[in-house]
């Protein structure tokens, strides 16, 4: 799975890499909307890969196994930084508004209640801390 989510990413990659977004603006969101989701998939395949591995090295007490998790989490930790990277310019933090059909939840805490990626990376950060310290 996670070799057929690299594939598929590196290809997205390929097929909208050099294409020039200077004059549309419309082609900037649509090419880094590629990018976003091309990067989303190498972390998910890193993060698959180190998940693996991390769980050999519980079952097995494997330090090689470790420290090929510990490698795959710090890859998928960069491509969520990419991810950050190429979204950070052009999308800003949205409130979760999926929330507000819920009636046990105020105003004031749906508009505290955002999405960005960059939200999110201290969590992502946390896969690669926990394998770290095992």
Do not use: C
């Amino acid at each position: 799975m996670a070799d057929d989510l690299e594939k598929s990413a590196k290809l997205a990659l390929s097929l909208v890499e050099g294409i020039d977004v200077s004059k549309n603006a419309t082609l900037k969101f649509e090419v880094a909307d590629v990018k976003i989701w091309a990067n989303l998939g190498l972390y998910f395949a890193e993060k698959t890969r180190g998940g693996v591995a991390l769980q050999t090295y519980r079952q097995k007490n494997d330090s090689t196994a470790k420290a090929e998790a510990v490698k795959h989490l710090e890859q998928s930790l960069a491509y969520w930084d990419e991810v950050v990277k190429i979204s950070s310019p052009l999308y800003k933090e949205m409130p979760l508004v999926h929330f507000s059909e819920q009636k046990n939840i105020t105003q004031e805490e749906i508009e505290k209640m955002r999405f960005h990626w960059s939200l999110f990376r201290d969590e992502v950060a946390m896969d690669l801390e926990m394998a770290q310290k095992e």
